[in-house]
């Protein structure tokens, strides 16, 4: 069994005060995150003390741990002894204290930005005049949505805009804002209201399929979906939904979703639900 140094949540002490308090022990050691409701997760390698390796799903070195010091700002993390022979071949080459600075500034820079979208669980909704403007018959679809943005769902997450964007965090920030600014695109509180002055209040299971479900059929219409199957298999809330039952809502909403826009999309979407099941218990 691995040796598990410390473990905790990031809402209760802050990424940059982490990385430091490990700085400090002087360990050789490595630092999982993990984001649930987003299918985020991320790793970190320190060989006594000094951060030598870090990715963030696919993306690697610097890059990764400034977008983690920007936008992870809760989630599962876990620290665990490892040996000089399991480090991965090094890709900082930074000092740690450089990237915490350039994080903060990068912070700073996008503070409007995050006022609106302050979490990787945050979601945004194309308006009908954008998901008009995707199809592919038109010889000269429009220039003013970027052409990678159409491979996202009606509606995504964050942390889903980041997953597919062939651009850097902050480019890719300021492509999502000129769309919220000419109303191509709107932004969503847990309630799907639009209010720059709350962040959402994140339910891990809820949001967790809800965020799969919201890309077949939209955001209110995901979260009223979600809300109605746990009602009809009988529960008060989908945290005290056993295994058998989350199953049974997989199956719910996957047949929900074929009535509303199709067999395969229901499938599809079924599928993703009963894989989020064993990450969720």
Not at 64 to 77: H, K, Q, S, T, V
Not at 118 to 133: H, I
Not at 209 to 228: K, N, P, T
Not at 262 to 271: I, L, N, S, T, V
Request: aromatic letters at 8%; proline letters at 4%.
């Amino acid at each position: 069994m691995a040796n598990i140094l410390l473990e905790g949540n990031l809402a209760s002490i802050s990424f940059p005060n982490l990385v430091q308090l490990l700085r400090l022990e002087q360990k050789d050691c490595k630092l999982e995150l993990s984001r649930v409701a987003v299918s985020q997760s991320a790793e970190m390698y320190f060989s006594k003390g000094q951060l030598k390796y870090a990715a963030v799903n696919t993306l690697t070195g610097e890059d990764a741990m400034l977008r983690i010091i920007c936008w992870w700002n809760c989630g599962e993390f876990k620290v665990l002894a490892v040996d000089q022979a399991e480090m991965p071949s090094p890709n900082i080459t930074k000092q740690i204290d450089w990237i915490l600075l350039e994080g903060m500034r990068r912070m700073d820079e996008c503070h409007q930005f995050k006022a609106l979208l302050p979490d990787l669980a945050s979601a945004v909704s194309f308006t009908q005049e954008a998901l008009d403007a995707f199809k592919w018959d038109r010889s000269d679809p429009p220039e003013w949505i970027p052409h990678w943005m159409r491979r996202l769902p009606r509606s995504f997450s964050i942390a889903q805009l980041f997953d597919i964007s062939t651009l850097g965090a902050e480019e890719s920030c300021a492509a999502l804002k000129s769309l919220l600014y000419t109303n191509a695109t709107v932004a969503h509180t847990v309630d799907g209201d639009v209010d720059p002055a709350h962040a959402p209040i994140q339910r891990t299971r809820f949001d967790s399929f809800s965020l799969i479900v919201m890309e077949y059929v939209g955001y209110d219409v995901a979260r009223s979906l979600v809300e109605s199957a746990v009602q009809e298999i009988g529960a008060e809330a989908m945290e005290s939904l056993t295994f058998g039952q989350m199953v049974d809502l997989s199956d719910r909403l996957g047949l929900a979703i074929s009535r509303m826009v199709g067999f395969d999309e229901g499938q599809d979407a079924m599928r993703k639900l009963r894989a989020r099941i064993t990450s969720l218990l």
